[in-house]
């Protein structure tokens, strides 16, 4: 079992930054891939972000592609989620999640309880 927790959600202009960062209860939370959803008052939760195990190989949804990047430390089995230029569009709460990516995005077998990203024009 691994459990996951979010943290550095908060309140930001448009065109801030955050950095989210997810913590691993276990290194055995390394060998997988991890990633980033979000889910935004009244939709569905959404994929935005995700790496292998390594760290070498990303993927994003075209909706971040330029402004979020995501990375992981093994070392210290965490995961994080540099956000820039932050737009009203990306308020949501956003979940770390661990699991498997079988083409371009994340399937996960592990969640966080989600951290809350506002972001105020």
Same mark, same amino acid.
């Given at each position: 079992?691994?459990?996951?927790q979010e943290s550095g959600g908060g309140?930001?202009?448009t065109g801030g930054s955050l950095?989210?960062?997810?913590?691993? %209860?276990?290194p055995n939370a390394n060998n997988m891939a991890m990633g980033w959803f979000r889910q935004a008052a009244g939709k569905e939760r959404e994929f935005v &972000? &995700?790496? +292998?195990?390594?760290?070498?190989k990303t993927y994003y949804a075209e909706s971040v592609q330029g402004r979020?990047?995501? %990375?992981?430390?093994?070392?210290? %089995?965490?995961?994080?989620?540099?956000?820039? +230029?932050?737009?009203p569009e990306?308020? &949501?709460?956003?979940?770390c999640a661990g699991g498997i990516i079988p083409d371009t995005t994340l399937t996960p077998v592990y969640w966080g309880q989600g951290t809350q990203v506002t972001v105020s024009s």
């Open positions: 079992q691994v459990r996951l309140l930001v202009q950095r989210l960062s997810c913590s691993a %209860s276990t &972000a &995700a790496l +292998n195990w390594k760290g070498d979020f990047t995501v %990375s992981r430390d093994n070392s210290k %089995s965490m995961t994080y989620l540099q956000m820039t +230029n932050l737009k990306d308020t &949501a709460v956003y979940y």
